[in-house]
């Protein structure tokens, strides 16, 4: 069961990579009505056009819903997720500081549902640079197609690769790999979120949103990491003072 549901996952990242690098959405949009749907982008003072409507005529703020949907999506999935999964690993896996039999388990639903929802994200990134006559954040979008392909290394290593516990420095070698490649695609997926932001229509609420978030995953982090250190200095306390009572005396 557990070799089916590690291949349904290799094959599942590939066929997501592989198809949101060249995924794209033709639009049958006019001229007129791509200049509609970006100018609401830039005029606060614009109308703004009910879902009903949008759906009906995608000229009218079709550009901006895209948008929306690729923001919420990128941020539940690359930046919600992924750290919850991140934690999860870390501060489950052992007795210090919470021991959890099903943190693996946890830890692959979180990254594997971030992953295909950043990913799903990032092709209604390419449908937003269709819809808009702009080609100003292609950039922004090559380093969301880097990110995916960390993503998808990362993911496959972890399944393919990962070494057993009695290997080991092996085994300890690619702990130190997994943990920093975490890490940095991490910090490449935070900075990608907050330049994205900035291209949206209220950049200061999608902002303070997302802050928000990270502020919230920092604290339980923290308190983590803090119960984790005082049980672990509890447990050695322990350990020295059981080594102090039966060392044998001269």
């Not at 007129?32 to 759906?55: C, F, M, R, Y």
């Not at 929802?117 to 819809?131: P, Q, R």
């Not at 880097?146 to 080991?168: H, N």
Request: glycine share 10%; proline share 4%; aromatic share 10%.
């Amino acid at each position: 069961m557990g070799s089916r549901f590690h291949l349904f996952l290799i094959i599942l990242c590939l066929l997501l990579a592989l198809s949101s690098i060249g995924y794209s959405v033709p639009t049958e949009a006019t001229a007129e009505q791509q200049a509609n749907s970006t100018s609401g982008l830039h005029n606060p003072d614009a109308k703004v056009t009910s879902p009903s409507k949008i759906w009906k005529n995608p000229g009218l703020g079709y550009t901006t819903l895209l948008r929306h949907v690729h923001g919420v999506l990128n941020i539940i999935g690359w930046g919600t997720l992924i750290p919850i999964g991140i934690i999860v690993g870390r501060y489950f896996r052992q007795e210090f500081p919470i021991r959890c039999d099903q943190w693996y388990s946890v830890h692959a639903v979180c990254q594997t549902c971030g992953y295909i929802m950043g990913t799903v994200g990032w092709a209604f990134g390419v449908s937003v640079l269709h819809s808009s006559s702009k080609r100003s954040h292609l950039p922004f979008l090559v380093l969301g197609i880097f990110i995916i392909l960390l993503t998808t290394i990362q993911i496959m290593f972890a399944v393919c690769m990962q070494p057993k516990k009695e290997s080991g420095a092996r085994r300890r070698c690619w702990e130190i790999y997994h943990h920093v490649m975490g890490y940095v695609i991490m910090a490449l997926i935070i900075g990608v979120i907050f330049e994205g932001i900035n291209a949206q229509r209220h950049p200061k609420k999608w902002r303070w949103g997302y802050v928000g978030i990270l502020s919230g995953l920092a604290i339980v982090g923290a308190a983590l990491e803090v119960h984790r250190c005082y049980r672990l200095k509890l447990f050695k306390q322990a350990m020295k003072l059981n080594a102090n009572m039966y060392s044998p005396t001269t």
